[in-house]
């Protein structure tokens, strides 16, 4: 009897740590695949092959997830992992204003106060597109405490962001069929992207997550794969490489 009571609490304490370790995966894992396409621009002086739209995507579905979470108080471990995954976002922004700024060749800059459409999301400085988040968490933070008492607008403002989420591959696919290449892209990141979104979708399955979220994972799954199709097609190096 005594060794069954041991045994289950020594069950217990290994589920618990391997909860931990999932936890911290879940939130410090998303930020790993942008390493390698980090190191690739700052050893390049290149952000070509990089749409930084993916960034635009990433950092509107965490912003929304947030407010998802006032709403709807979901795990705090997805919480966590918005919070670091908008520092990562800005820290890629941050690196490719600072080489399109060192290769600009035209004295014309563009802001977003100039709220000129054409220009939106290719603005010249780091500030406009730290604006652009105030002015955009302000407008969520008015609108969700206005309806915070809604669950119809909660659970659209979880399903917005998860919309969000499941487009974070889409620029970067639409960016590689105007380049017709996909050079400049780290590989890296979309493999680590597939091995993230495989993960994070199995763990929303297996902790009973709003459906918005292992949906969202699926999709991702999908346009993680026909990015590396994009590679096998435009690629035959990088195809012989894999």
Same mark, same amino acid.
């Given at each position: 009897?005594?060794?069954?009571?041991?045994?289950?609490?020594?069950?217990?304490?290994?589920?618990?740590?391997?909860?931990? +370790?999932?936890?911290?995966?879940?939130?410090?894992?998303? $930020?790993?695949?942008?390493?390698?396409?980090?190191?690739?621009?700052?050893?390049?002086? !290149?952000?070509?092959?990089?749409?930084?739209?993916?960034?635009?995507?990433?950092?509107?579905?965490?912003?929304?997830?947030?407010?998802?979470?006032?709403?709807?108080?979901?795990?705090?471990?997805?919480?966590?992992?918005?919070?670091?995954?908008?520092?990562?976002?800005?820290?890629?922004?941050?690196?490719?204003?600072? +080489?399109?700024?060192? !290769?600009?060749?035209?004295?014309?800059?563009?802001?977003?106060?100039?709220?000129?459409?054409?220009?939106?999301?290719?603005?010249?400085?780091?500030?406009?597109?730290?604006?652009?988040?105030?002015?955009?968490?302000?407008?969520?933070?008015?609108?969700?405490?206005?309806?915070?008492?809604?669950?119809?607008?909660?659970?659209?403002?979880?399903?917005?962001?998860?919309?969000?989420?499941? $487009?974070?591959?889409?620029?970067?696919? *639409?960016?590689?069929?105007?380049?017709?290449?996909?050079?400049?892209?780290?590989?890296?990141? +979309?493999?680590?992207?597939?091995?993230?979104?495989?993960?994070?979708?199995?763990?929303?399955?297996? !902790?009973?997550?709003?459906?918005?979220?292992?949906?969202?994972?699926? +999709?991702?799954?999908?346009?993680?794969?026909?990015?590396? *199709?994009?590679?096998?097609?435009?690629?035959?190096?990088?195809?012989?490489? *894999?």
């Amino acid at each position: 009897m005594d060794m069954d009571v041991e045994m289950k609490e020594d069950l217990g304490r290994s589920w618990s740590l391997l909860s931990w +370790v999932a936890s911290c995966v879940m939130v410090f894992g998303g $930020m790993v695949p942008y390493i390698p396409q980090y190191l690739e621009i700052q050893r390049t002086s !290149n952000t070509e092959g990089f749409s930084t739209r993916v960034c635009l995507v990433l950092l509107i579905a965490n912003i929304l997830r947030i407010f998802f979470w006032i709403g709807k108080q979901f795990e705090l471990t997805l919480l966590m992992q918005s919070v670091v995954m908008i520092a990562t976002m800005l820290a890629m922004l941050q690196l490719c204003c600072n +080489v399109q700024g060192t !290769n600009r060749v035209a004295t014309k800059q563009h802001h977003f106060t100039d709220l000129d459409l054409r220009y939106f999301w290719s603005w010249s400085r780091f500030e406009d597109y730290l604006l652009f988040c105030f002015v955009f968490m302000v407008f969520c933070a008015f609108v969700t405490f206005l309806f915070l008492d809604s669950t119809l607008f909660v659970e659209s403002l979880g399903s917005l962001a998860l919309l969000f989420e499941a $487009m974070l591959g889409l620029p970067q696919l *639409l960016q590689n069929v105007q380049n017709r290449s996909t050079r400049g892209m780290s590989v890296k990141m +979309v493999l680590l992207w597939m091995a993230g979104d495989i993960f994070k979708t199995t763990y929303f399955i297996m !902790n009973e997550s709003p459906v918005q979220f292992w949906v969202c994972g699926l +999709v991702q799954i999908l346009v993680d794969v026909a990015i590396l *199709l994009q590679v096998l097609y435009y690629d035959p190096e990088t195809r012989g490489k *894999l």
